[in-house]
T-cell receptor, first 115, second 112 residues
């Protein structure tokens, strides 16, 4: 079983530019989550999809961030325009819909650097 | 603000010793508790979860939960150099079994 994959692994952009991160969850996992870790801080929840629907986006920092999951498969997270404080590692995780223990499988993350 | 607190470490133990990792949380209604291991530059990997008060053992790992004290711990017996990693405590807040709140993690080093 392939794990959660994320692309790109690293991205370096300048302030004001746009970046799109992609996450491919484990096949058959209806739950998809985005998390972020900024330097020196803990991993923080951004949002949660159930299939193509946003279940909870309470962790999204502001309206410069837009997440989509068209068709309920892969998801994208767009940052537009990027600011310096958006730098960090963006993790995607997925889990089964019927999981009793809600085991979330994490991807390797995308390291975003905004200059 | 719901918080999860961990000692950042580093925690250094000799090979073969017991490593004890601790975590406290502020949301008394938290339902589920997880320990993730993260090697440098890699993804967090779930190693233990616990829902009920008491101990839960899986191989060399034992998770301990005390909801009254809002405390969860992870014991690693017979520590190996390959256990050297950052250990992340994560909690599902009350009413939200899907949203994880993480601590900053404890860096564990097992010395050969």
């Amino acid at each position: 079983e392939a794990g959660v994959t994320q692309f790109p692994s690293h991205s370096v952009i300048e302030k004001g530019q746009t970046v799109t991160l992609r996450c491919d969850p484990i096949s058959g996992h209806d739950n998809l989550y985005w998390y972020r870790r900024v330097m020196g801080k803990e991993i923080k929840f951004l949002l949660h999809f159930v299939k193509e629907s946003k279940q909870d986006e309470s962790g999204m920092p502001n309206n410069r961030f837009l997440a989509e999951r068209t068709g309920g498969t892969y998801s994208t997270l767009k940052v537009q325009p990027a600011e310096l404080e958006d730098s960090g590692v963006y993790f995607c995780a997925s889990s089964r819909m019927d999981s009793n223990n809600d085991e979330q499988f994490f991807g390797p993350g995308t390291r975003l650097t905004v200059l | 603000q719901k918080e999860v607190e961990q000692n950042s470490g580093p925690l250094s133990v000799p090979e073969g010793a017991i490593a004890s990792l601790n975590c406290t949380y502020s949301d008394r209604g938290s339902q589920s508790f997880f320990w993730y291991r993260q090697y440098s530059g890699k993804s967090p990997e779930l190693i233990m979860f616990i829902y009920s008060n008491g101990d839960k053992e899986d191989g060399r790992f034992t998770a301990q939960l005390n909801k009254a004290s809002q405390y969860v711990s992870l014991l690693i017996r017979d520590s190996q150099p390959s256990d050297s990693a950052t250990y992340l405590c994560a909690v599902s807040p009350q009413g939200s079994n899907y949203k994880l709140t993480f601590g900053k993690g404890t860096l564990l080093t097992v010395n050969p």
